[in-house]
């Protein structure tokens, strides 16, 4: 596998930076995500990064643990009690765990990254790049720059790779980039999605596109 940990190290930088001077107002505004205010995504991104921090320096140690204690509903019970902090508590938390996880990879080394981790039940190969999806997705979902059009090439299409399975039955999607890159999935009747790689990458990921995409844009599965 290619090493992308300096993708990811630019990714938890690239959050942090965007959040650095929220004030309360910020903070408390709705996000890109239905239900959820800044506060929300910001308290999930740390969360997550502290239970991926787990999940490798378990692994190192040869032990696979839980993502979450208590599972699913605990996830979502720790995200709704920690959406409302102060935003500099919000801020530091984020730093913090993001600092904490990039600080875990690094210490992975090349026979390390096939070693097992519950997340997704994969490895710290799929871990990190399961970590690099987080940071970058999450960041665009705090509605504040960066947006999508920030996303890389690379990171387009391994978006749209992991997310496949968001294909309904019966067609053939094929999504033509104004760069010349073209991207297909499933069987059926074709259905052309045209505009820029990041946005029909933001459309497939169910996120809000910030320039046009052209085309029949079928309902999409859940994500993966």
């Known amino acids: 596998m290619r090493d992308i940990r300096p993708e990811v190290k630019a990714a938890a930088q690239r959050v942090n930076d965007t959040v650095a001077t929220a004030d309360e107002a910020v903070v408390r505004a709705p996000s890109g995500l239905p239900g959820w205010s800044r506060g929300h995504v910001i308290t999930h991104i740390a969360n997550f990064s502290e239970a991926m921090t787990r999940q490798v320096e378990e692994a190192l140690q040869g032990r696979v643990i839980e993502v979450y204690d208590g599972g699913r509903p605990a996830r979502d019970a720790a995200i709704e009690a920690g959406a ?3 935003a500099a508590e919000l801020v530091d938390h984020l730093r913090e765990a993001t600092t904490a996880l990039t600080t ?3 210490k992975v080394g090349p026979g390390d990254w096939d070693r097992p981790i519950l997340h997704r039940n994969s490895n710290l190969a799929a871990g990190i790049y399961a970590t690099w999806r987080e940071l970058a997705v999450h960041t665009v979902d705090l509605a504040l720059e960066p947006t999508a059009d920030s996303w890389s090439r690379e990171f387009c299409l391994h978006l749209l790779d992991f997310l496949r399975p968001r294909t309904p039955e ?3 999607l094929i999504l033509q980039a104004d760069d010349g890159t073209t991207w297909e999935n499933g069987t059926g009747d074709d259905v ?4 820029k790689l990041t946005d029909l990458t933001a459309w497939y990921a169910g996120r809000v596109t910030p320039g046009p995409v052209t085309g029949p844009t079928p309902e999409l599965l859940p994500w993966p």
């Open 84 to 86: 409302g902090r102060p």
């Open 104 to 106: 875990a990879w690094d």
């Open 192 to 195: 052309v999605v045209t505009g």
């Open 170 to 172: 019966g067609i053939h």
